[in-house]
């Protein structure tokens, strides 16, 4: 059952891979490499939610109240 769903997630991709901007295929792709490079080294629990990224980005960006 897990290679059907493997294949089935990279049917989807490969669609949209052909359906988005190059900018965005590329951004993907590079995500996707580093995703697969981080599970290589068994080290997938470092990698950090993009939201608590971008929280942690607006946090910095908000201007200061004191």
Known sequence: MGDVL?????????????EWQPDTVNQVRQLIAEIIDLADRDALDILRSRTVEQEVLDLLDEPETW
């Open 6 to 18: 493997v294949d089935t997630l990279a049917e989807k991709l490969n669609t949209k891979l052909q």
